[in-house]
DNA sequence: ATAAAGCCTCCAGTAACTGGAAGGTCAAGC
DNA sequence: GCTTGACCTTCCAGTTACTGGAGGCTTTAT
């Protein structure tokens, strides 16, 4: 099938598709007039991928999770570990956007947001502490 | 004083600083060397961008920041309203990972994790539902 | 005098696409 | 047979916010 079937069937937009050749993450073959032909297979992988990313996973990540996915002698420990491994950044991730956003709301608690310029939330910034 | 000193005082690695120079957020003098020369005020600048983006606002949303930091005339809810939108996009992103790490962690829980290839991880992601 | 540290500019690269220009191809309708 | 529009192609540039490195001054310390 074309590119744009490929799209709908993978939920990818078509510019990521061509990324994902020019990157070597899933090459179609070519028609004769140089249309981009994707297999089933492809569109699996296409599908893959999309999945995957949404799930967190980086592209180079996709990339070991693709060749394991097509490893059939690979260990599932090895991707497990992977999942677990990104677990944890994501984890991290949720700590250091909780510590911010209470940073925030605190500030924005003491700021009266009126038509007055005097504003704690950028003497905090500043470093005027003020809270 | 010289950048690297601006530098130790703000936080901000040089590099960081040269880039804020090259996109007009703090411009510095020059001394007759070509050094560029930051006053007390740039390096009370440098750290307020420094953060600014620790608490989760964009080069640009800092760009405001500075602004209206800089605007006697500016009125305190223009940058409550600022803060308490950064709160709703953190809590939007942080309800996007938890929902990722909570498919992962059920994802890695399914999976043996041993030396056996079959994996309910790469099945899952690949469309093959097993859970 | 020399070596190290610090400064300069400019160029390139990162992640993962996204948008747009210029142009070839294909299917449908008249 | 021709046109129109959808779909495809490549290539180039832009996004965010820096970061690294090369090549080359200037300053400081020994």
Same mark, same amino acid.
């Given at each position: =099938?074309?590119?744009?079937?490929?799209?709908?069937?993978?939920?990818? +937009?078509?510019?990521? *598709?061509?990324? /994902?050749?020019?990157?070597?993450?899933?090459?179609?073959?070519?028609?004769?007039?140089?249309?981009?032909? /994707?297999?089933?297979?492809?569109?699996? /992988? #296409?599908?893959?991928?999309?999945?995957?990313?949404?799930?967190?996973?980086?592209?180079?990540?996709?990339? #070991?999770?693709?060749?394991? /996915?097509?490893?059939?002698?690979?260990?599932?420990?090895?991707? !497990?570990?992977?999942?677990?491994?990104?677990?944890?950044? *994501?984890?991290? !991730?949720?700590?250091?956007?909780?510590? =911010?956003?209470? =940073?925030?709301?605190?500030?924005?608690?003491?700021?009266?947001?009126?038509?007055? +310029?005097?504003? +704690? *939330?950028?003497?905090? *910034?500043?470093?005027?502490?003020?809270?």
């Amino acid at each position: =099938m074309n590119i744009g079937n490929a799209s709908e069937l993978s939920g990818l +937009p078509v510019k990521t *598709i061509r990324y /994902y050749e020019e990157i070597d993450l899933v090459k179609p073959a070519r028609a004769e007039n140089g249309y981009r032909f /994707y297999s089933k297979d492809d569109v699996l /992988y #296409l599908n893959f991928l999309n999945r995957a990313r949404k799930l967190g996973f980086s592209v180079s990540e996709c990339r #070991l999770l693709l060749s394991l /996915y097509n490893d059939t002698e690979r260990s599932s420990s090895e991707v !497990k570990t992977l999942a677990l491994q990104k677990v944890e950044t *994501i984890e991290a !991730k949720i700590l250091e956007l909780t510590s =911010m956003k209470n =940073m925030l709301s605190k500030l924005a608690q003491s700021c009266h947001g009126d038509n007055r +310029p005097d504003c +704690p *939330i950028l003497d905090e *910034i500043a470093g005027k502490a003020t809270i």
